[in-house]
């Protein structure tokens, strides 16, 4: 079967009004017929999902939460399941993104939310990344330890094919001329892949993919295709752009 990329995109806390979720699908609707090898994951706020997983949608055009419980059910006041989520229809959730951890989850909460995806058959997207980058290369060191914590102790089966978003804390909500450059794009997700074997063998890490996301924008999501190694991104605010979210997903498109 021939290897699609994927574009996440993440709404986060907008738009606004079910009205407008509903003029920005409808755009994300349109420029997706035109994506011939590129899978499409809209992300919405939970009030929005299920009115826009009503509406007739492309096949390369899929579901997922921005976060799930990392319990099955109990009296959890204000947490979604990750049950409730696949019984709408749901296909992905994000687990671990930065503005998650930075809410207090540890490592080890995600690894609890990752077991639970993979017991109802919610495909998780983990999300790793550093809070600043060194010489010394210890943010690497931190990217090991997030992926090492968060997957070690899951049984192998669940691993294959894994989705790991590399989001480096600095780079997000920053202008494209701030971004990541390629090139360090490229050798980080080289290193992600090199844990990902060492962990849990090379077959893993081969069948895995590896988002980008942090600034991500028309102006760079070129370059960041063309030089930096990666299977797809992780889009915030600019999905929220048609213009910006056409760009990125003919970029993305083109790589195949």
């Given at each position: 079967?021939?290897?699609?990329?994927?574009?996440?995109?993440?709404?986060?806390?907008?738009?606004?009004?079910?009205?407008?979720?509903?003029?920005?699908?409808?755009?994300?609707?349109?420029?997706?017929?035109?994506?011939?090898?590129?899978?499409?994951?809209?992300?919405?706020?939970?009030?929005?999902?299920?009115?826009?997983?009503?509406?007739?949608?492309?096949?390369?055009?899929?579901?997922?939460?921005?976060?799930?419980?990392?319990?099955?059910?109990?009296?959890?006041?204000?947490?979604?399941?990750?049950?409730?989520?696949?019984?709408?229809?749901?296909?992905?959730?994000?687990?671990?993104?930065?503005?998650?951890?930075?809410?207090?989850?540890?490592?080890?909460?995600?690894?609890?939310?990752?077991?639970?995806?993979?017991?109802?058959?919610?495909?998780?997207?983990?999300?790793?990344?550093?809070?600043?980058?060194?010489?010394?290369?210890?943010?690497?060191?931190?990217?090991?330890?997030?992926?090492?914590?968060?997957?070690?102790?899951?049984?192998?089966?669940?691993?294959?094919?894994?989705?790991?978003?590399?989001?480096?804390?600095?780079?997000?909500?920053?202008?494209?001329?701030?971004?990541?450059?390629?090139?360090?794009?490229?050798?980080?997700?080289?290193?992600?892949?090199?844990?990902?074997?060492?962990?849990?063998?090379?077959?893993?890490?081969?069948?895995?993919?590896?988002?980008?996301?942090?600034?991500?924008?028309?102006?760079?999501?070129?370059?960041?295709?063309?030089?930096g190694n990666i299977d797809g991104f992780l889009v915030g605010h600019?999905?929220?752009?048609?213009?910006?979210?056409?760009?990125?997903?003919?970029?993305?498109?083109?790589?195949?």
């Open positions: 079967m021939k290897r699609r990329d994927i574009v996440v995109a993440n709404w986060k806390m907008s738009p606004e009004t079910l009205i407008e979720a509903k003029k920005v699908f409808n755009s994300v609707r349109g420029l997706a017929k035109g994506i011939r090898n590129t899978d499409i994951i809209i992300c919405p706020p939970f009030p929005f999902l299920y009115p826009l997983l009503k509406l007739n949608h492309p096949k390369n055009v899929f579901f997922g939460v921005q976060n799930i419980a990392s319990e099955i059910k109990g009296a959890f006041t204000g947490e979604v399941s990750a049950d409730m989520a696949k019984g709408i229809g749901t296909k992905f959730s994000i687990i671990g993104h930065s503005e998650r951890r930075a809410m207090g989850e540890s490592n080890e909460i995600i690894r609890k939310k990752l077991q639970v995806a993979f017991d109802t058959d919610l495909i998780p997207i983990l999300c790793v990344g550093e809070k600043e980058r060194d010489k010394d290369g210890n943010h690497l060191a931190f990217i090991k330890n997030q992926i090492k914590e968060c997957l070690t102790g899951l049984h192998k089966k669940y691993l294959v094919g894994i989705i790991v978003a590399y989001e480096p804390i600095w780079a997000i909500g920053k202008s494209y001329k701030e971004a990541m450059t390629p090139t360090d794009i490229h050798e980080t997700t080289l290193f992600i892949k090199k844990v990902i074997g060492e962990l849990f063998g090379g077959d893993i890490a081969v069948g895995s993919k590896i988002l980008y996301g942090g600034s991500v924008e028309a102006e760079n999501a070129g370059s960041i295709v063309e030089y600019a999905s929220l752009s048609a213009e910006q979210f056409s760009a990125i997903l003919k970029a993305a498109d083109l790589k195949r």
